[in-house]
């Protein structure tokens, strides 16, 4: 895991906010994470052992993780939101099919400068790419099958 229990525990009393069995089951949990889960995919692997454990918990509490910076929210296209544990530089691929997010760095989009007008007018806080299009296993599914709308449309 790559940040602490201790750095956990820090953040949340640096900031005001209790640390209780569930945070650090619910913070635990998205930290062994390597898919940028959905607040439900959380919920599903924890209420084994938190039968009482509601979504709107998990919801809340990644919000509240959000907020205070221990992850970041995974901005999507029309899906449940998701959550990175990941609080180093990288960006996203996410697909449009199978709905993956992969993580990937590049020091060229580390370094995007901010438009004038945001960064005079604006407290830029991070920078993240996000690039939408379709993973290697979608391309490949799709190639598989002879003539498909897809990668018709793609071509014209």
Not at 20 to 32: F, G, N, V
Request: hydrophobic content about 30%; proline content about 3%.
């Amino acid at each position: 895991m790559p940040y602490s229990l201790d750095f956990f525990r820090d953040v949340c009393k640096s900031n005001g906010m209790r640390v209780t069995r569930q945070k650090i089951a619910i913070y635990k949990e998205l930290m062994k994470s390597d898919n940028h889960p959905t607040p439900e995919q959380i919920l599903n692997r924890l209420k084994k052992d938190f039968s009482g454990l509601s979504l709107d918990t998990v919801y809340r509490t990644l919000c509240s993780f959000t907020e205070i910076g221990l992850i970041h929210q995974v901005e999507g296209f029309g899906t449940a939101r998701r959550f990175d544990p990941k609080l180093e530089k990288h960006h996203h691929f996410q697909c449009r099919k199978c709905r993956a997010i992969i993580d990937f760095t590049s020091e060229d989009y580390d370094h995007i400068e901010i438009p004038k007008d945001i960064s005079r007018d604006c407290e830029v806080l991070n920078l993240r790419v996000t690039i939408e299009g379709y993973c290697k296993k979608c391309c490949i599914q799709q190639k598989e099958k002879k003539g498909a709308v897809l990668w018709k449309k793609r071509k014209n």
